[in-house]
């Protein structure tokens, strides 16, 4: 298996070399070069497995035993996935008139991140150990990839990771869960700003081709392949639990299953959309935030940045720059990589970009979407306690709003992605007249000391963010170097 980019700058890279980029040298997103099949037959064969079992299936057909052997790719993922609190890592919970959420928020900072960042970290450190080396990682989050990062990272050797969010605008335990780890491998920056805003200086770093080599630059974010990767997992698995293939016959269609997925950067969608490719047949449903940029664009061919990010609710999606679409694009218009390179590059530029005709409709023909503003987050939470006494958190409230406003074909199965808990959304609960227990490891948080640096909001914060953060990564490194500890 080989990758290349979805600009085409790019093409016949390894696993390893992606899992260490990042961004492509092009300014593209890496994707396999093929996208392979997966017939009935092997479906089949793989739905008694755990969810473990079905990660390390999965991963092996995208990372070559040459560079993982299988007994090692194995003891990878089920350490990655041993500290999860429920038995199978994820749950399936089934609720009144056909309500299926899958639980993805059982790993140690409660969100689905977790799953993908464990794995990935895994292999960082894998090849690190392997090759007597180090890398920096540097990654910017809307709420809970950072605290999944540091969690997955912390007091690893080989690996320092810089983590930025935006103040104000996530809740208190996720960033609790960030500036409460006092390791000398884990930096946070608090900034003035919103996630987009976060993501302008980091662009520019990566971009940076003797700063990435000379420090090992990597990000841990969505734009990462191996967290897309990991992704794929937990949409076969739905599928497999969920569509009723095991009890069809072996010469029928496969039946349909409908993945209702809350988005803000599209690597869920990225994901589910590359499942598609190999033969599941999902129907896939995006649904956001007032910051609705993947529904304008789904239903309008209108890939525009709205002027500001609007906080809402739902903080981790609050997105106004979903960067895996580029990765849909590129699977839609059938690696046609110069289309995606215009589109990119023309939306990064300008902030606006229309579908041509015919993209959007390969678009609006592959993928639905709906947006919900905040009243709606509340009203669907509060209707699904009263109906099942079971709680959302407000990204999973996006999702099931679906399953309240839009009727569907009952011979069609259901699934919505349960993100995060709600124990790290009290406000919003409250707000929704619920009350929710609070884990003991959550409500300790507010005990533990903290540490971070702040990025203040300057008339030239792009460039004094750019600045500040890369004095950081040179001087970590430096302390690297002579061995010492860099805070003292």
Known sequence: M??????GGVHGWDFRDVLFSGYAPDGGMFMPETIPTLTPEALRCWSGLS????????????????LIPREDLNVLVHSALSGFA??????????????????????????????????????LNYFLQRE???????????????????QSAKGLCGVDVVVVYPRGRITPVQEKQMITCLEDNIHVFAADGSSDDIDQPLRHLFADQELVNSYGLMSLNSVNWSRILIQLAHFIYAYLQLSGMVQDEAHQPLPELEVVVPTGGAGNIAAGFIVKKMGLPLKLVAMV?????????????DFTMARNVTQTLAPAIDIQDPYNMERVFWLLLE??????????????????????????KLLSHTLSSGTVNDEG????????????????????????????????DPAVKRCYLATASPAKFQATLRRAGLNFD???????????????????????????????????????????????????
């Open 377 to 408: 987050i509340l009203a669907t939470t509060r209707r699904c306690w009263e109906e099942n006494q079971y709680v959302l958190c407000p990204h999973t409230a996006v999702a099931v709003w679906h399953h309240y406003h839009c009727p569907h």
């Open 132 to 150: 007597k080396r180090r890398a920096t990682v540097l990654v910017g989050t809307s709420g809970d990839t950072g605290g999944s990062a540091i």
């Open 335 to 360: 690696r046609d990589s110069a289309a995606v390179k215009n589109i990119m590059e023309e939306f990064q530029q300008l902030h606006h970009y229309t579908l041509l005709e015919n993209q959007h």
């Open 438 to 488: 609070l884990p003991d490891a959550i409500e300790a948080l507010d005990k533990l000391p903290s540490r971070f640096q702040n990025l203040e909001r300057t008339s030239d914060w792009c460039k004094d963010w750019e600045q500040r953060l890369r004095m950081t990564i040179e001087s970590v490194s430096s302390a690297r170097k002579n061995r010492v500890a860099f805070y003292r």
């Open 51 to 66: 969810y473990p079992k079905l990660v390390v299936e999965v991963a092996s057909i995208f990372i070559p035993s040459q």
């Open 86 to 123: 429920v038995p199978d890592v994820i749950r399936i919970v089934q609720l009144k008139d056909g309500l299926s959420i899958l639980e993805l928020f059982h790993g140690d900072t409660l969100a689905f991140k977790d799953l993908a960042m464990t794995c990935t970290v895994r292999f």
């Open 2 to 7: 080989k990758y290349c980019s979805t600009r």
């Open 289 to 301: 935030n007032a910051n609705d940029i993947v529904h304008r664009t789904v239903t309008s061919g």
